[in-house]
């Protein structure tokens, strides 16, 4: 079992940054997938950025590449970089994880992944 917790979140103007955090507990380890997903109002659950278990390997939805950065700093930390926000990323966030046979997959689809946090809401104002 693998639990996550995200922090990070808040209201934030169009324009400005915040810088979500995801720690993990329990079976952790270098083979792990994490994924970042949001969630706004009466809308599906949405893929942000993937990294994988070594790091080496990052994925990102068109609609953030360029202003969001994914990374991890050991098996039980990952991040999000959110530059350049814009109202239309206001949602909740949600970190995830998936175990992995080989370091360098990830994956991008919400049926991938086995473990999800609570979420933490980002909300930014025009």
């Known amino acids: 079992q693998v639990q996550l917790v995200e922090s990070g979140g808040g209201l934030v103007q169009a324009g400005g940054s915040l810088r979500l955090s995801c720690a993990a507990s329990?079976?952790?380890?270098?083979?792990?997938?994490m994924g970042w997903f949001r969630q706004a109002p009466g809308k599906e659950r949405e893929f942000v950025a993937a990294?994988?278990?070594?790091?080496?390997?990052t994925i990102y939805a068109d609609s953030v590449k360029g202003r969001f950065t994914i990374s991890r700093d050991n098996a039980k930390n990952t991040h999000l970089q959110m530059n350049s926000l814009k109202p239309e990323d206001t949602a909740v966030y949600y970190c995830?994880?998936?175990?992995?046979?080989?370091?360098?997959?990830?994956?991008?689809?919400?049926?991938?992944?086995?473990?999800w946090g609570q979420g933490t809401q980002v909300t930014v104002s025009s």
């Open positions: 990294i994988s278990g070594s790091g080496g390997n």
């Open positions: 995830a994880a998936r175990p992995t046979y080989w370091s360098g997959s990830y994956y991008s689809k919400v049926v991938d992944y086995t473990y």
């Open positions: 329990g079976r952790t380890s270098s083979s792990i997938a």
